[in-house]
């Protein structure tokens, strides 16, 4: 039987393990915490289906000048840590060009279709469904001419990848939504996604799914990661365990496990925060409130606001300031009650600078594999992209091309 070790355990990692088991691989996977207690704890908690462009960055003067005067919520930077962010940023504005996000996109989105079905399955085996709503989220809009222009954005999606939306003006909106200010332009219902109660609890079962199939979980430091004599081998809490495969899904922190062989991966590194607010209104689904940069979600803790994208140092102490305007803003739309936690939670999401997955061999170390990079949606595309790494390890044929996402492009 041929073995791996994934070392990670969000959803990424988790879901590679799972569909490698599938495969008849046996599996050991590797982190320092519990799954699901990193990245994939501290998202919206959205399974976006229609989410079938990646996100460029902005080109147009005047929305750059906004950010950089800090005009916008959605994007903050710490000045400080900016010359760490300006080669892979410079890099991120070049591939946002029109034709090559195009080409990207087309990448992007043969990804996307997988989301959905591959979380089905993983949902249905790991009996999971009671933290799972089938009835998409909602983006709201504060600016008529914003609206209108999400509406085209929205048509646009529609004719070329079938993504399905209804479009809701004031009155519908404050139908839906009677708990939410009943004054807005409106919002766009999409149809398709689905929308998680607990993020972090999904990628634990998920978890538990993996080891009653047999998965080993253990902790261990994949710092420690070394080629040996049987391929590779980590330190772990149970002593040294050896596979002749490795899986890199650390998310942000695997650039910094490459350089250790060689490797130099760019990757944009944007903090997000997070916090949870009970005694107040709830809402029917997600709401992301486009102006303003955030996202309100009904969870089991309570309505979940996260925040847009803080540049800053890995290492940075918390400066939560679009929490704060996000809960300012919140709170002129629906009574949000009081804040859950005593601190905002706050993690770091690995975005590529040409907005695609690093996904496949590593081009000089036999049994070196990677799965990292999936910027906003680690949490929907893990299980297709678990996917993808399984037919690629066992040499057969795969569902989709994988050489978009090749290490090598960089």
Request: hydrophobic share 40%.
């Amino acid at each position: 039987m041929k073995s791996a070790i994934i070392l990670g355990g969000g959803m990424v990692g988790v879901s590679a393990a799972l569909h490698l088991q599938r495969n008849g691989w046996s599996v050991t996977l590797v982190d320092r915490r519990e799954p699901g207690q990193e990245t994939s704890y501290g998202n919206a908690g959205i399974v976006q289906s229609e989410a079938v462009r990646p996100y460029p960055m902005p080109r147009d003067i005047g929305t750059l000048l906004r950010i950089a005067m800090g005009r916008t919520n959605d994007v903050r930077y710490r000045l400080a840590s900016l010359s760490q962010h300006v080669e892979p940023l410079l890099r991120y504005w070049w591939h946002s060009a029109p034709q090559r996000h195009r080409e990207a996109t087309a990448a992007w989105a043969r990804l996307i279709a997988y989301a959905t079905p591959e979380h089905d399955v993983l949902i249905r085996e790991a009996h999971a469904d009671n933290l799972v709503r089938r009835a998409g989220y909602r983006l709201m809009h504060r600016d008529p001419t914003a609206f209108a222009q999400a509406i085209k954005a929205a048509e646009e999606n529609q004719r070329d990848y079938g993504v399905q939306f209804r479009v809701l003006d004031g009155s519908e909106l404050a139908k839906a939504e009677p708990l939410l200010r009943d004054d807005l332009p409106g919002a766009i219902h999409w149809l398709d996604p689905w929308t998680v109660s607990d993020p972090g609890g999904l990628v634990a079962a998920y978890a538990r799914l993996f080891q009653r199939l047999g998965g080993r979980l253990l902790r261990g430091d994949a710092q420690t990661l070394r080629a040996s004599q049987s391929g590779w081998s980590v330190d772990t809490d149970d002593g040294p365990i050896d596979a002749e495969a490795a899986v890199v899904s650390l998310g942000p922190w695997s650039p910094e496990l490459l350089q250790k062989f060689g490797y130099r991966v760019p990757l944009v590194r944007k903090r997000g925060y997070h916090m949870h607010y009970q005694g107040g209104s709830s809402l029917d689904l997600p709401l992301v409130d486009t102006a303003l940069g955030y996202a309100m979600a009904p969870m089991a803790k309570g309505v979940r606001i996260t925040t847009g994208a803080e540049l800053t140092s890995p290492d940075a102490p918390a400066t939560p300031i679009q929490l704060g305007r996000a809960e300012a803003a919140a709170k002129t739309l629906l009574d949000l009650g009081t804040r859950v936690e005593p601190e905002p939670w706050f993690g770091t999401r690995p975005c590529m600078p040409d907005m695609l997955p690093v996904l496949g061999p590593a081009p000089r170390h036999r049994g070196l594999w990677l799965n990292f990079g999936h910027g906003h949606q680690g949490f929907t595309l893990g299980p297709a992209t678990g996917r993808l790494l399984a037919e690629m390890m066992n040499g057969g044929a795969t569902s989709i091309d994988p050489g978009p996402y090749r290490v090598d492009r960089f």
